[in-house]
């Protein structure tokens, strides 16, 4: 059979992606372009938001094989360790040894404001619910409010997979806009007075307690929520590679080498995901809008709850602290430093705001686990009873005039 020149024409731009391309792939493009501008010179969360805006790129190029749905292909391999919930525990791994514990140990209420900032997640469970979620996407969504993208990723690849793309973007978005959204809610909510407050110096902390605390941690929190265990070990583990000092090797690897390199297979995985189909939907608004109410409904309840404790502390404890209870770290405690500074040069709110930061990477995995343990798929046979009677409170919540 003979190929006429006018066939192999024909036959060659067919098979280019020009031939295929729709208005949703061009929308995503822009969209991926967009995210790469804000990485690069906007620097918005850098480390997750290129690969991620680059990965959507790649999967908005028709038949290149590059969507996390294409078997065989290559971020589809990606994907798996997504899917299988292998990547976002590695990821925990990585921060747990680049964490100190030593300002939550030193002042160990500041573990409540970490608590507190947990109010914005329930509350938008709520919210997502009125909007037409069902319990299991409502949980994923909420969890954007504890400001912690793995543990997006974690639920929603659990309870809502079709939703990772767009609850994993707000995360990411919202974890880079801090420093934007958290200080008008904190000034608005506090007073100069409170914002003046200078907090005593954090007594030290000897090695054997920051030793025993992660493994002290693991096992109470472990038992009481097992579906946290992947996230929630993970993180403890490499903090006891980092207080041990025997393991100094592995420290390094953990907080370096094999942190970087799972974000970046992370990050293009999960833009693998955003492509027009499962993107471009009415449900994406909801859930950016909602991302952000349960983010400064987070910030709000810190802040609240500090200033509690403020009270109850004569006046010992800085309201501004409350607002690192969401699990950003150490980005929400650098916030809390710099709007202090903002009244009183000469206040350091740091180290005492990093106790409630890593406080909040705890309770945004243990709020994880709650959910995990009410709506997922739990061995033990009560979880289908326990969703029924939460979906049943949760519903006449939300039936109230």
Known sequence: MELTFGDAASKIVGSTGFSSLTLGHGVMIVVACVMLYLAIWKKFEPLLLLPIGFGCLLANLPHSMMMSTDV????????QGVKHEILPP???LGVGALTDF?????NPSTLLLGAAAQIGVYTTLVGAVFLGFDLKEASAIGIIGGADGPTSIFIASKLAPHLLAPIAVAA???MSLVPLIQPPIMRWLTTPEERKIKMEQLKPISQTVKIIFPVVVTIVCCLMLPGVTPLLGMLMLGNLFRESGVTARLHETSETHLINIVTILLALAVGSSMTADSFLRLETIKIIVLGLLAFCMATAGGVIFAKILCKLSGGKVNPLIGSAGV???PMAARVSQKVGAEEDRSNFLL?????????GVIGSAVA???FISLFGDVTGGGGADHAQVVTEAISNIVALP
């Open 72 to 79: 065989d292909g290559l971020l589809n391999f990606f994907y």
């Open 90 to 92: 590695l990821i925990f």
């Open 102 to 106: 030593g300002p939550l140990l030193a």
């Open 172 to 174: 990411y978005s919202y």
């Open 327 to 329: 699990s950003a770290v």
């Open 351 to 359: 180290m005492h705001a990093m106790g409630p930061n890593v406080a």
């Open 368 to 370: 994880a686990g709650v």
